[in-house]
Every structure is written in C-alpha cells, then in structure tokens.
C-alpha cells in the first residue's frame, strides 16, 4: 500500500475520480490544501466528498513554495509519502518541485513548467521544429497590435496561464484585439489567488478538427493509450462542447495526430506523467495547442476507462509511486463512448431542466449529471459553465457521438430572467 500526497486538486469530476484510483488501487492519501472550504462548498449535502476521505487534511500555504517545501520535507519525514501528485494545473510545477525535494517519482520540473506554461510551450516547441501555429508573446496592447498585424487575422488571444478556455478568444480586428487584452490585464488573480503572467499570447487561428492524444509516459517510454475528438463552440470563445473516444479518424490522421503528440512530449523532456495533449488537423497537418501534463479533464478518461478498460486515473496514482502503470487493453463491449455538455444560453436563474426522466431512461446512456434548480446562469463563456452532461456508450461502433448529441438536443434548460436592478 502506498501513501500519496496530494496537493490541491479541481472541484470538478477529477476530484473525485483520482480519490477512487487511490482508494482502488489499495493506497491512502494526505491531502494539503490553503483552503478547505473550497472543496466544502462543492461537497455534497451529506458532506461525502472523496478528498475528505483523507487519511491526513493539511492547511498549508500551497501558493508559496519556498515554504511550503520545507514545510513538506519536515512532514515526510513524519508521515512517510511514496509519491505526489495534484489533478489541478495550477499546482503541477509545485507538485514536480516537491518531489524533486524529497526524491519521489515524477517528471522534472523545468519540463512541467514548460508545459504549463503557453508562452513557454509555444517557444519550445518551435525551437525543435514541432508543428504549432505561428504566434508572439507581447506585453502591452500596442506592442500585440503590431505583432497581430505580422500574423494576420483573424487569430486567437490567450492567457499563458489559464485553463479550462478562460479568457482564449477568436479576434477578427484591431479593436476586438484590443478587447481580449483588456479583459486579461484586467484579470490579474487567477482562482486560486495565484498573480498571473502580464503578457498576451497571440496564435494563428488553426482550422480543422481538433483531438487529443492520451498518453503515459513512464521511465523513457511513452505510450499512446488512445486519440479521443472534441467538438468545440461557442465562438468567439472556445468552450468544449463535447468528446468521443475513439475518434472517428482516419488510420493515418490518428497515427500523424499521435506522432506528433510524441515530438511535443518530447521536446518538453515530458516524463513519468500522464499526458493529455490537444492537436488540430489542420489542411497543413497536425498543429499542437497544448500539452497538458496530467491526465484529461472533462471525464475524458472515463471515455477511455469504458472502451478499454484502462483508467487513466490509476495510471497516474502509479506513475506517482513509480511503479508500472497497467496500461493493457481489456474486452469492455463498448465500441465507442461519448459525453456532451449543456451549456447555458441567456442569464437567469435555473429552475428546471426537462427531459431529463426521458433521457435517463435510455439505454445508451451510462451518466447523466445536471445542475440543481436554484443556480444563477449566464450565457457561457469558458468550460467552467457547464449545466451538466450526458454520457453514452455504442457497444457495436462509432455512434456514441451522434446519440449524446442528440439526447443533449432533447434536454430543456427552463430559467427565471435575471431583475433588472434600478436607482
């Protein structure tokens, strides 16, 4: 049995199902965290969240990490860790930094940084001719004013340091450019209280099809578990509506998608870490977005899970302890698996979501999580708005896709319209 540490982690679906991997892979965990009450607002009302199962709850200042590594050195020293590990991008380069100091598993820090960071990722991956889009990396409107005009439009603005699509928007002139500065400069405090770079990322707007491969890389070898598809909308933000997994490609698109998921993993010094890295097939070619050094949000691994039985989330609690991950495949009966997100369209409060019954009752479907009556909506603008999803199987092939999609089209979001407020 090994003891892991985990520090911080999202609210969302992985906080939940990193929990269940340690716990059914025989293990227990510490979990250390600058604010508790931040998984206590997402608990639900029998206060039975998965992060609460902790063998240890540590309050510690996880944002300063000259600190808290000591701080951490000092409680293995008491508590015995055999690996470390976090789900949350915001505390990846920490959690590499760690184990570094007190000689855990796991990828090397500069290479964790690089990848969490755009900006850096971008100039990386240039340098050793990995295809990407063309981009700058300004620090003031003017100065990416000049350099959209060498790119051409329209392109896409981003944060360096964000996730979930926060703030990446399509710009098409000079003026929406300077809009999409604006509203980053003027988010300077990520979630987690953590000061965001001041810079700008200008890219290239890709077009085609956009997947991501899903990868575990251990001891100096990678290995591709499989390439899932992502539908994305909400234009001109870019908000994952949905996935299947496997994508419905072409042998020799999956392959290219893959081989060049393995350059940027490389050329990162990316090892010992599960990866989830996003390429567009452009008309040109794959074209990398990003490379995400921890296993894929949005339930994409349960996707994986279901088709074949290899769960990505286990691979990563064994990586963390150095041991082999169990990557082979295994006869699930599903051919195809598939989840689609409700997204919210007008403001208002939600008071009911019909059709729901009817679609929980067909049996393609294996989840179907929705939002409470009660929660104040807006219009979304980045993946953290989600009202909830739908998640189905096709035992016989590529159909999964379609009927989530269509059983999504068949839910009813109902609101109440926000009240104007008046002097």
Known sequence: MGHLLVVESWVGSMSRLLPRAIREGGHEFTFVTRDLHHYLRAAPADGSHPLLAARNIVTADTNGLDALLPHLERLHAVLGFDGVLSSCDYYLPAVARIAERIG????????????????????????????????AVCTDPAEAAGAAREIGYPLVV??????????????RDERELDGACRALTDFPVNARGQDRAPVFLLEELLTGPEVSVETVSFHGSTHVVGVTDKSIGGAPAFIETGHMFPAALDPADSAAAADTALAAIKALGLDDVVCHTEIKLTPDGPRVVEVNPRPAGNRITELVRHVT?????????DVALGRT?????????????????????????????????????????????????????????????????IMTVDTQGSGARATAESLLAQLRPCYEPSQAVTA
């Open 158 to 171: 981003k944060p360096v340091d964000l996730c979930a699509g926060m703030l990446v928007r399509q710009v």
């Open 325 to 389: 991950p169990d990557l082979t495949p295994r006869p699930t009966g599903v051919r195809s698996a598939a989840i689609a997100f409700l997204l919210p369209d007008t403001a208002g409060t939600l008071t009911v979501i019909e059709g729901a019954d009817e679609a929980r009752e067909r049996p393609e479907v294996v989840e179907l999580t929705l939002a409470e009556p009660g929660r104040a909506v807006r219009p979304a603008t980045s993946n953290n708005e989600y009202l909830g999803h």
């Open 309 to 317: 039985g290899v769960d990505l989330a286990a691979a990563a609690v």
């Open 104 to 135: 855990l598993s796991g990828p090397a820090a500069e290479a964790v940084e690089g990848a969490c960071r755009k900006d850096l990722t971008r100039r990386i991956l240039a340098a050793a001719a990995v295809p990407g889009p063309r981009f």
